[in-house]
């Protein structure tokens, strides 16, 4: 399999279900089409232990059956306890991983107003937290947040215990935050993708290293499950098209 012959949509699922190797028996909650198809995958292949959830009180397999009870309760004791790995959507990132959800412009007044803060702080500073962002642009990745709802690393205090940024996947690449000052890097790139095309669509200033990979693609087993087990109707180019 060439990787003209995988789509950059199906590069972003595997670059979302990567988030979450190696996390264990640890609550995955995706938030977007392309991030629960990535989690489903997951736990179909190599985190075998993720425990996925309808988003009320329900455990479920991959194929969305009943496998368990998740009373309220107990998934707050997994959001507050560090034992949930969420991957949340972002209007606005910064170089720190401060994500904006809630407002465009001054929040007395904003230009536009969007969802509200509603779980972000909790969720960042009490379990990681990752970010899928479909369009990479310097309307998204911005030198400063216009709100701070998820909280970046340059805002946390040392009570955070939990308080982790492992990821933000776009549909150019993979990025994380292991760098000296925790500000963002390139940690590999779509096929097609080239560091300077990342640079040019991001409003702040990358810590690039000098030679980046190329994001992994799929293995053959991988890529049935995607197209013809977890998401046959391609729904996931609603997202990322190219």
């Not at 309760?73 to 790995?85: D, E, K, S």
């Not at 009490?126 to 400063?144: G, L, M, Q």
Request: charged residues 25%; aromatic residues 6%.
């Amino acid at each position: 399999m060439t990787s003209a012959e995988v789509t950059r949509a199906e590069y972003c699922v595997i670059a979302c279900a990567e988030a979450w190797r190696g996390n264990g028996e640890v609550l995955a909650s995706p938030m977007g089409l392309i991030p629960s198809i990535g989690a489903r995958l997951a736990r179909l292949t190599f985190s075998p232990d993720l425990l996925l959830t309808d988003g009320e009180a329900t455990l479920v397999r991959p194929d969305g059956t009943a496998e368990g009870w998740l009373p309220y309760r107990q998934h707050l004791a997994l959001v507050t306890g560090g034992r949930r790995h969420v991957m949340m959507g972002a209007s606005q990132i910064d170089r720190y991983g401060n994500q904006n959800i809630s407002c465009i412009g001054d929040w007395e007044r904003p230009k536009r107003q969007l969802l509200g803060v509603r779980g972000a702080p909790v969720n960042t500073l009490n379990n990681p937290t990752s970010y899928w962002i479909p369009r990479h642009s310097r309307r998204a990745f911005v030198e400063k947040v216009d709100m701070v709802c998820g909280v970046g690393y340059d805002h946390v205090g040392a009570a955070a215990r939990y308080h982790r940024i492992p990821r933000v996947v776009s549909d150019l690449g993979v990025f994380d935050f292991d760098t000296p000052d925790h500000s963002m890097r390139p940690v590999s790139l779509h096929p097609g993708v080239t560091p300077d095309h990342v640079r040019e669509a991001t409003a702040f200033e990358l810590t690039v290293p000098d030679d980046v990979p190329q994001s992994r693609p799929p293995t053959a087993e991988e890529l049935r499950l995607i197209r013809e087990v977890i998401d046959p109707g391609n729904t996931r180019a609603r997202e990322v098209a190219v």
